[in-house]
């Protein structure tokens, strides 16, 4: 790209009809002139070569990505971790802002994706680290999405559960128990006072537990809980699959009495959440294995509040997500960004619920709400209920007994002494 037209590739924000365009931050490291890397990290991820050889013409003020902002710091150092091939030149590390037009791929979430997250951006010349930190999306855009079938409100009206946290329990051994022992641990959690006794992420549709055998098991069990209970039980049944085969899969456990169904939303693919919003009878839990192959290191990749918007964009009534604590290795800052992106408005969507998790347990259940400073968030234990000592039935009991010393503003410790199970 010549000198001369790095300064097409820059606009600010009065210049620019904001309900035409995206509005993506990034963070990079750049070799050279940052104001000619960022100019080549908008024409890359938009029109590159932006007019025919010989022909008057000029794609970028239609087509063409813009910078709105750049900041720019030296590193003397050079670049913060080492970069096979890194271009040469004085290193900076850059944070800019570029308005992406949406009308280049419209509301096609594959389309949208190649664009801000594809070659574009992470080839661009000059820049070999890059972390796309957030993307924001006009409400012209967001009006061509459905977003959560049920929300927040939705999924608290069916299990009827208004002014606390809602627990989920993962039903362990996750791995290798046939359907029939499966069931009557769920059954022992919902006794207990799990709210929704679920799959794990690891199985679904599996030979050893086909859900044809599980679903009608978990079914029975869980309205045989709400009768012995009376109160309303779900069963979060995980389809994750081939996305051609999605639709059966609901079919299959809805049918048979699962009230949630579940979808790794990354290996599955956004836009198959998208499809299976519009087939779904019952609310969306999307869960985040290969999220940290994105967003682990700081200096590259893409941020996981990103997924946490697009998953939300695609339908999710609930997006279970990294949360906190050593074994998840996230920053509390970017837990934290996860939760808000799941609630704040965004267009005309429902809010999504939060389910921040990961090696959770009675004993975490009062820091994570005071880190999130809201009931509406879910809370999702597995070995803490179903590895219990006493069994899944005082492992679920344990977490009620917590809520109610929170909420009392009792110390849990305390109330621990004269409750056994917590």
């Known amino acids: 790209m010549h000198q001369s037209d790095v300064d097409g590739f820059f606009a600010t924000r009065a210049m620019l009809d904001a309900d035409a365009y995206l509005e993506l931050e990034f963070t990079f490291e750049c070799a050279g002139d940052p104001r000619m890397a960022a100019a080549h990290l908008a024409s890359e991820q938009s029109t590159a070569q932006w007019h025919r050889v010989g022909v008057e013409e000029d ?40 308005a992406h037009p949406h009308g280049n791929f419209g509301p096609r979430l594959p389309n949208l994706i190649s664009a801000v997250m594809g070659e574009g951006v992470y080839f661009a010349p000059g820049i070999p680290l890059i972390r796309l930190e957030d993307i924001r999306f006009p409400a012209s855009y967001l009006a061509a999405f459905e977003g959560p079938q049920f929300g927040v409100a939705g999924v608290r009206a069916q299990l009827a559960v208004y002014d606390r946290p809602i627990f989920f329990g993962v039903i362990k051994p996750n791995i290798g128990l046939p359907p029939e022992p499966f069931a009557a641990l769920g059954y022992e959690g919902w006794l207990g006072g799990l709210d929704v006794a679920k799959d794990d992420e690891m199985l679904a549709d599996a030979p050893y537990s086909p859900m044809a055998v599980r679903a009608p098991l978990l079914g029975d069990a869980r309205r045989r809980a709400e009768l012995a209970t009376g109160v309303p039980k779900g069963y979060l049944a995980n389809i994750t699959d081939e996305v051609t085969a999605l639709h059966a899969l609901h079919d299959t456990a809805v049918n048979a ?113 005071r880190r999130v400073n809201t009931v509406d968030f879910g809370f999702v234990p597995g070995r803490a209920v179903f590895g219990h000592p006493m069994g899944p039935r005082a492992g679920a009991a344990s977490l009620r007994q917590a809520w109610d010393a929170i909420a009392a503003g009792v110390p849990v410790r305390e109330h621990a002494r004269h409750h056994p199970e917590l």
């Open 257 to 369: 009495g699962a009230t949630l169904v579940m979808v790794n939303a990354m290996p599955t693919g956004v836009s198959g959440v998208r499809a299976l919003r519009q087939h779904a009878r019952v609310p969306i839990v999307t869960h985040f294995p290969f999220i940290a192959a994105f967003s682990r290191i700081p200096a590259h990749g893409v941020h996981s509040r990103v997924f946490t918007r697009l998953q939300r964009l695609a339908g999710a009534d609930v997006i279970i997500m990294p949360g906190f604590g050593d074994r998840m290795m996230t920053p509390e800052h970017e837990v934290l960004d996860n939760v808000r992106a799941c609630l704040e408005p965004m267009g005309s969507l429902k809010p999504s619920l939060p389910v921040p998790g990961g090696s959770d347990s009675a004993a975490t259940l009062e820091g994570v709400y």
């Open 59 to 98: 794609f970028r003020g239609q087509f063409g990505a813009k910078v709105l902002e750049l900041e720019a710091v030296p590193r003397p150092t050079g670049f913060s971790v080492p970069v096979p091939a890194a271009p040469p030149g004085p290193v900076h590390a850059c944070r800019a802002v570029i």
